[in-house]
């Protein structure tokens, strides 16, 4: 089996102040590589197992390319091709 990445979110509530205390919506994911969606809930059991008990948001993540490009403008701001 390859291995595929995933996203984890802790669902425990955090403790100090911002925007993630009460919103899982609003929290930073951790990335993980795993063969299986348990293997990568095991991963972050290791990480915080004092959350175990919580549990932890698990989902396939499909990465996707992104092409940077610059556009250049003239002093009339007009877009340079």
């Not at 100090?16 to 063969?35: P, V």
């Not at 390319?65 to 007009?78: F, P, S, T």
Request: glycine share 8%; proline share 1%; charged share 30%.
């Amino acid at each position: 089996m390859e291995l595929k990445d995933y996203r984890c979110t802790r669902t425990a509530l955090y403790q100090h102040d911002c925007l993630g205390k009460n919103d899982i919506s609003a929290r930073q994911g951790y990335y993980i590589q795993a063969h299986g969606i348990e293997e990568a809930w095991e991963q972050m059991a290791t990480r915080y197992p004092e959350e175990t008990e919580v549990g932890f948001t698990i989902q396939e993540w499909k990465g996707f390319d992104v092409k940077v490009v610059e556009i250049k403008r003239d002093k009339y701001g007009n877009i340079i091709e």
